[in-house]
């Protein structure tokens, strides 16, 4: 009802706004100079309306949308850009981040799989470009092969170093497309790196995580991959250093911020509970 409200307000309000302008000269200039002013804007009017005309067809075909997001409708929210992307082919970055957004908070995981598998069949483009946020319910299974096997056929082979110039955002922009955070391929060694942990093969998921951290910038991958190396530092005999260098460049305040602006990613939304104890541990 409130969007509605806002709908028809927003009509009311132009349109009133607009025929006040343009009967104006009518009061102030009389019959004769109104008609040679419309006559020479009469185009004003055209434009006005194709603009309205327009902006109430876009709420119109969006109005379902509207609808469920207004009423916290997470389920229809989903069914409503399953058939835009299915039925109509819309795969924009917006409308698959919304689908899985809503799919998580409906709490739909089989049926992220399952618009997994119809990307992997028709638009495999579009899944790697996705392919942390159709990896939420493989990483939520804490299934170690499962996570394994998901995210391997999504690493791209040797992780750029932080060190070099602004081609590193170019190179993932090219690998993940422009809607994908931009250590995105970080995570997804990371993700690989933690399912072969869960099966015990601790020395090859460490040796993951030791790239991730010599060449990711200081931020939460960085903090999280350094994390899971403590466990066996012993081995590592630099993690202390390392955790100590992590925490002179990024202090706490600037950690919590970090986190908080990459929540909205849901890979990281997801490891909540794990971030709290990674925050512990690095600035203990």
């Given at each position: ?135 939420i319910p493989h ?48 995570w997804i060694e ?95």
């Amino acid at each position: 009802m409130k969007l509605k409200t806002i709908f028809i307000l927003f009509n009311v309000i132009v349109v009133t706004t607009f025929l006040v302008v343009f009967l104006m000269p009518l009061f102030f200039l009389g019959i004769e100079f109104t008609t040679i002013f419309w006559r020479g804007n009469w185009y004003l009017v055209v434009l006005f309306v194709l603009v309205l005309a327009v902006l109430n067809t876009y709420f119109g075909l969006n109005w379902s949308l509207f609808n469920a997001l207004e009423r916290e409708d997470w389920r229809q929210v989903a069914s409503v850009m399953e058939r835009r992307i299915r039925d109509r082919g819309r795969f924009s970055d917006s409308n698959i981040r919304l689908l899985v957004n809503a799919y998580v908070v409906s709490s739909q995981p089989d049926r992220i799989r399952d618009m997994e598998q119809y990307l992997r069949e028709r638009k495999p483009a579009i899944l790697r470009r996705h392919a942390l946020r159709f990896g939420i319910p493989h990483l939520l299974s804490n299934d170690g092969a499962e996570i394994e096997r998901y995210f391997r056929e999504f690493r791209s082979g040797e992780l750029p170093d932080r060190s070099s110039d602004g081609s590193r955002g170019d190179t993932l922009r090219r690998l993940f497309g422009g809607g994908a955070p931009q250590d995105a391929r970080y995570w997804i060694e990371w993700c690989y790196a933690f399912g072969l942990m869960l099966q015990g093969r601790v020395e090859e998921g460490r040796a993951i995580l030791r790239l991730i951290v010599d060449t990711s910038p200081r931020g939460v991958v960085h903090g999280v991959a350094l994390y899971l190396m403590e466990p066996n530092r012993e081995e590592d005999s630099d993690v202390e250093e390392r955790r100590r260098a992590f925490v002179d460049k990024l202090p706490s305040a600037t950690w919590q911020k970090t986190v908080e602006r990459e929540r909205s990613e849901l890979h990281v939304l997801v490891l909540s509970k794990l971030l709290l104890d990674v925050e512990k541990w690095l600035y203990r």
